[in-house]
T-cell receptor
Framework: KQEVTQIPAALSVPEGENLVLNCSFT??????LQWFRQDPGKGLTSLLL?????REQTSGRLNASLDKSSGRSTLYIAASQPGDSATYLC???????????FGTGTRLQVTL | DTGVSQNPRHKITKRGQNVTFRCDPI?????LYWYRQTLGQGPEFLTY????????KSRLLSDRFSAERPKGSFSTLEIQRTEQGDSAMYLC??????????FGPGTRLTVL
């Protein structure tokens, strides 16, 4: 059974800092890994998807990497802004490629 | 492309009542998923459909839960004889095969 862990659970940084969020998974037989953003009381917004054959994906100030052999993914956020404050969730697509297994998220606060 | 929509957005019910939620996926997506999210946790998979066929169900989906996707379009999730433990955010997502899953805004259920 796939288990996904995210560290840290919460993070507070001043505006402008670069930061890294970590995600680890136990089953390396994944189809892909997705990073999502969730604002309080809202649904999930997809940020990046990395296919199992890829090493990284970039979108604007966001860069996600994937190392299947070590069971790790990282989300790098450059030049953080207060609008980046949210919970960030990673999720892996495994098994019959039917479901995402989520971590518990990292709650990020970017202060002025 | 209007995104995934869910109705209602909020539902408050008394213990023992039945409730039904609706999800309208992105029109060209043949896969539809239901997840449940409780406070401070990542979403947990409940079930998924490929077209009108329900192909996988989680053990979380007790016999009080039933989901349908008639004609492979919208989907409904019904909970019978609700319990306080059913209080959660119910999220719907859709995708094309193993591509990005796009989530709706969710239905927040409160069982009194």
């Amino acid at each position: 059974k796939q288990e996904v862990t995210q560290i840290p659970a919460a993070l507070s940084v001043p505006e402008g800092e670069n930061l890294v969020l970590n995600c680890s998974f136990t089953d390396s037989a994944i189809y892909n890994l997705q990073w999502f953003r969730q604002d309080p009381g809202k649904g999930l917004t997809s940020l990046l998807l990395i296919q199992s054959s890829q090493r990284e994906q970039t979108s604007g100030r966001l860069n996600a990497s994937l190392d299947k052999s070590s069971g790790r993914s990282t989300l790098y956020i450059a030049a953080s802004q207060p609008g980046d404050s949210a919970t960030y969730l990673c999720a892996s697509l495994t098994g019959t490629a039917s479901k995402l297994t989520f971590g518990t998220g990292t709650r990020l606060q970017v202060t002025l | 492309d209007t995104g995934v929509s869910q109705n209602p957005r909020h539902k408050i019910t008394k213990r023992g009542q039945n409730v039904t939620f609706r999800c309208d996926p992105i029109s060209e997506h043949n896969r539809l998923y239901w997840y449940r999210q409780t406070l401070g946790q990542g979403p947990e998979f409940l079930t998924y459909f490929q077209n009108e066929a329900q192909l996988e169900k989680s053990r979380l989906l007790s016999d009080r839960f039933s989901a349908e996707r008639p004609k492979g379009s919208f989907s409904t999730l019904e909970i019978q004889r609700t319990e306080q433990g059913d209080s959660a955010m119910y999220l719907c997502a859709s995708s094309s095969i193993t591509d990005t899953q796009y989530f709706g805004p969710g239905t927040r259920l409160t069982v009194l």
